[in-house]
């Protein structure tokens, strides 16, 4: 499985953009804003990656996430959503966004999508929804020093709530840190147990101030 493409960046088409890596070249498609935040042809490029299989098909999709990444591969495990119609989800929310309106059950949201009708956008919501929070609380890319061995960090058992992976997803989902660690102090005596009900509590209580 490839996992993630880094290379010199060759082109970039409408809709993917080719990077060649140990003197392969790999078309990777992607969404609009991706194929904006690349650099120039010539300069070096990363993505994180999705290969497609089919009987007569193969293709790589490009993410500059792991949390895009991720987003697509629930979006597509959802009947009636193909890659295009979740890179279209993608390109049209960006991860944040496409979390944030499913953990709140928003399907209007969803709906502003090309290609995604009311019942689609319904069943995107109820399907995902508990898959959520596992999401956002993907750590962003932090670049490592050579040779330096990740930390291992101990999660909570998933009937507990854990306030740190909460403000975790908030701040990911672009939340002042502040104001979402008030926000998690506030409803968490009122939220079901699970990490996943605290951070729905909270973001309901977060658009209510909107």
């Known amino acids: 499985m490839i996992g993630k493409i880094t290379g010199r960046l060759d082109h970039v088409g409408e809709d993917y953009a080719l990077i060649e890596a140990a003197g392969v070249g790999y078309i ?74 499913i953990a709140l059950s928003d399907a209007a949201t969803i709906r502003t999508a090309p290609g995604v009708g009311p019942k689609l956008a319904a069943r995107i919501v109820n399907e995902l929804a508990d898959k959520a929070p596992s999401v956002t609380a993907l750590p962003p890319p932090v670049a490592s020093p050579p040779g330096a061995t990740p930390r291992k960090t101990a999660s909570a058992p998933a009937t507990e709530a854990s306030p740190a992976d909460a403000l975790s997803a908030l701040v990911n989902l672009g939340y002042d840190r502040a104001e979402a660690a008030r926000t998690i102090a506030e409803v968490a005596g009122e939220a079901p147990p699970g990490t996943a009900s605290l951070i729905k509590a909270a973001l309901q209580r977060l658009s209510e101030r909107l």
Do not use: M, N
């Not at 999705?50 to 009987?55: G, Q």
């Open 28 to 101: 990777l498609y992607c969404a609009p804003a991706t194929l904006a935040a690349l650099p120039r042809p010539g300069e070096e490029a990363s993505l994180y990656t999705e290969l497609v299989v089919r009987e007569d098909l193969l293709q790589l999709y490009g993410f500059r996430t792991l949390a895009e990444r991720e987003w697509h591969r629930l979006l597509t495990s959802v009947q009636g959503v193909g890659a295009k119609v979740s890179l279209a989800i993608l390109g049209a929310l960006g991860p944040e966004g496409v979390s944030r309106a």
